[in-house]
């Protein structure tokens, strides 16, 4: 790789690395934040899922202008609308201020990460790309992994101060992005009028793949991230309701979910995969994901709920790149247009995951885990009757003709 392109990867990976870190540090404090300002669970769960809902809208939009206006712009863009939607959140009063700010900061946001890939597409060899990909990859787990116990921390005194210090590192890096970056797109690489087709073209290619002999995986998909925002977008106001917690143990609880899942993703999927096949992986951990939801509602201390919690980070952690995998080796020729239509409905799961669990959560504290526990079991069921190991046949697999072909 040339010293150029790794400068750019570098600052790049800092970008999205700050991203995340900002990510995971307003993790643990959300609930407490919208808990002071007298916001229920179903509240909670409806400001969560803006953000997947407003990044499955206006992702592949920002990714078309980056195609047609270059890519730093658009970075830079989306950059700047992290930054004000943190620094919104820091001086929020009252809860439409906060559902304000994530609406404007996940519309402009959108534009980052879609933008950040492409750059690397645009910048680098095939030979070179999987290792900046990684690079990229490596940089937003560690935010991940790190930002729940900062933000733990720093919230002790004042629950303002981690969106604060995430404003100010995101601008930081936006001046980085604006003085270092260089344009990636040529201006004769660059394409046209976006197609007014594009979007209901798409619209129309993801209802039909739900009724394709990929549907079921898709099903899969949506689970996957069903199952972790169920937890995930609850658990600071379950634990501050059930147990009394604060920003500091919650944060170190869900640092400990964001090294199981490394460490389970890093380790542990390649040998299982390869040992027993995706189909049987993607069934046992189903059934194990619905088990330790049963557990997390059954945990009353502070060791049961670190144990069960790393119980159901472990499965749920292998099932999502089992899943993936799979539904790639079901995909034929279409592997960009499968692969779309996977993380499209990987974000449906995590807009409808929130909105089930804040509403659950109103109801008892302990539903939206119960609930979870049914939910997953149905998908296990429905995996042993319809997920295969074996290929498809080719035949049986076509979808619509992607928007590109209209």
Known sequence: MKATNRKNIIILSLTLAVVMLGFGMVMPIFP???????????????????????????????GDVSDRRGR?????????????????????????????????????????????????SDSTSEEDRGGGIGI???????????????????????????????????????????????ESLPVTARRGPADKTRFSARMAELWHALFSPIGILLLMAFLVSFGLTNFQSIFGLYALKKFDYGTEQVGWILTVVGLVSAVTQGVLTGPLTKRWGEATVIKVTLLASSLSFVLLALANSLAGVLLTTALFTLPNALLRPAVISLTSKNADTRQGVVMGLNNSFNSLGRIVGPIWAGFMFDINYDYPYLSGAAIMFVGFLISLAWVSQEGKDPARTELTPAADDY
């Open 136 to 182: 990229l990859g490596a940089a937003m787990g560690l935010g991940v992994v790190l930002g729940p116990a900062l933000g733990g921390l720093l919230a002790t005194d004042s629950l303002s101060t981690p969106f604060f210090i995430t404003a100010g590192l995101s601008f930081v890096t936006l001046l980085l992005i604006a003085l270092f970056l260089p």
């Open 72 to 120: 730093k712009p658009v970075l830079l863009i989306g950059i700047l609308g992290y930054a004000i939607s943190m620094l919104l959140y820091g001086l929020a009063t009252q809860l439409w201020m906060l559902f304000v700010a994530r609406g404007l900061g996940a519309i402009l946001s959108a534009a980052t990460l879609p933008t950040t890939y492409a750059y690397v």
């Open 32 to 62: 407490f934040y919208i808990d002071s300002m007298g916001a229920s669970g179903s509240e909670l769960g409806l400001l969560t899922a803006i953000s997947p809902f407003m990044q499955l809208l206006f992702a592949p939009i920002w």
